[in-house]
T-cell receptor, first 114, second 112 residues
Framework: KAGVTQTPRYLIKTRGQQVTLSCSPISGHRSVSWYQQTPGQGLQFLFEYFSETQRNKGNFPGRFSGRQFSNSRSEMNVSTLELGDSALYLC?????????????FGQGTRLTVV | GENVEQHPSTLSVQEGDSAVIKCTYSDSASNYFPWYKQELGKRPQLIIDIRSNVGEKKDQRIAVTLNKTAKHFSLHITETQPEDSAVYFCASGDGSARQLTFGSGTQLTVLP
């Protein structure tokens, strides 16, 4: 069974631009969560999608948004990029909504804003 | 919201010794506590987790203990090996694991 796949692996963008990252969950997993990992702030929850709907949202500005498609693949978008958005963006998928599940992470997308 | 504190931030041990990493959480509603290992340049990987209905769980050289009254949980690694060197993160959440709050991480170095 293929794991969680994130594309692209690396991105370099200029301040003010926007970026879209993609996450394909493990087959059969319907929930996708996004996290931002930085040396200073650690791993922080961005948002979670299930059945094409955002279910939970972390404490990030509105420049960070996402969506989920009917095949459970998810994208996140960051608009008007700032230097501080440079980070490793990780997505995680879980099998189902409910209890007693675990989160499986992708390799991440390393975003550098210059 | 939930806050998870993790200590120590760095830990060096001799090969064969034990390593202990401790975390505390603030939200009494949290009932799922996973531990992730992240090697340099790689994804976080779940190594063990515990749910609030048990106090201890063990998997070979790794064990986790949970004290719900005190709101703290710990990771114990025995007979450490150089390949255990990595950053370890504790986290808390509800049982669905869809929204996890992470500790700040512990850089474990096992010296040969």
């Amino acid at each position: 069974k293929a794991g969680v796949t994130q594309t692209p692996r690396y991105l370099i963008k200029t301040r003010g631009q926007q970026v879209t990252l993609s996450c394909s969950p493990i087959s059969g997993h319907r929930s996708v969560s996004w996290y931002q990992q930085t040396p200073g702030q650690g791993l922080q929850f961005l948002f979670e999608y299930f059945s094409e709907t955002q279910r939970n949202k972390g404490n990030f500005p509105g420049r960070f948004s996402g969506r989920q498609f009917s095949n459970s693949r998810s994208e996140m978008n960051v608009s008007t990029l700032e230097l501080g958005d440079s980070a490793l963006y990780l997505c995680a998928s879980t099998p189902r909504v409910g209890k007693n599940t675990e989160a499986f992470f992708g390799q991440g997308t390393r975003l550098t804003v210059v | 919201g939930e806050n998870v504190e993790q200590h120590p931030s760095t830990l060096s041990v001799q090969e064969g010794d034990s390593a202990v990493i401790k975390c505390t959480y603030s939200d009494s509603a949290s009932n799922y506590f996973p531990w992730y290992k992240q090697e340099l340049g790689k994804r976080p990987q779940l190594i063990i987790d515990i749910r609030s209905n048990v106090g201890e769980k063990k998997d070979q050289r790794i064990a986790v203990t949970l004290n719900k009254t005190a709101k703290h949980f710990s990771l114990h690694i025995t007979e450490t090996q150089p390949e255990d060197s990595a950053v370890y993160f504790c986290a808390s959440g509800d049982g669905s694991a869809r929204q996890l709050t992470f500790g700040s991480g512990t850089q474990l170095t096992v010296l040969p």
